[in-house]
């Protein structure tokens, strides 16, 4: 039983882990905006804005589920510790785009948003780590690999 959880551990930090031996567990959530189309409006500032799609990847140790909303990026209003420039948005509820879209702000329909299989892979990463993991242990016993105690000579 130790050996099987043991492996599972190591299972779950190669899955999270995104360089040879650097494993990372999230907890928590973060945000990926796709951009979808430049909007011809400006914000209050004169900032250029544009519409997109933020997923945001919810994690207990690895991820568990993605959830998605439409934004508006307002482009180059935030700066980062370097000083460079970066996006802020700010999330679209639907009575909000329907009332922009009524107001020939938003397009209408609005443009798609696309994940790839890679998001969705690694997204729901918790759901399919576990049961890969179990299979891969009770393979491992199925073969006998691990399944003799020390000391124990292998018969001819």
């Not at 979808?36 to 990847?57: C, F, I, R």
């Not at 700066?79 to 009524?102: A, N, S």
Request: hydrophobic residues 40%; contains cysteine.
């Amino acid at each position: 039983m130790r050996r099987g959880l043991f492996i599972l551990a190591v299972f779950i930090v190669m899955a999270v882990s995104s360089q040879g031996a650097h494993a990372t567990l999230y907890f928590g959530t973060w945000d990926k905006v796709q951009h979808l189309q430049d909007l011809n409006a400006k914000g209050p500032k004169g900032e250029a804005l544009s519409l997109g799609y933020v997923t945001t990847t919810h994690s207990f140790m690895l991820p568990y589920r993605m959830s998605g909303d439409y934004v508006l990026v307002v482009r180059g209003s935030a700066r980062d510790i370097r000083g460079g420039t970066g996006d802020v948005f700010h999330r679209l509820p639907k009575e909000k785009i329907e009332q922009m879209q009524r107001a020939g702000a938003l397009p209408n329909p609005l443009p798609p948003y696309r994940h790839t299989i890679f998001d969705y892979l690694m997204g729901y990463v918790l759901w399919w780590c576990i049961p890969v993991t179990i299979a891969f242990v009770v393979f491992l016993q199925m073969l006998g690999i691990g399944s003799r105690t020390r000391g124990e000579t292998r018969s001819a």
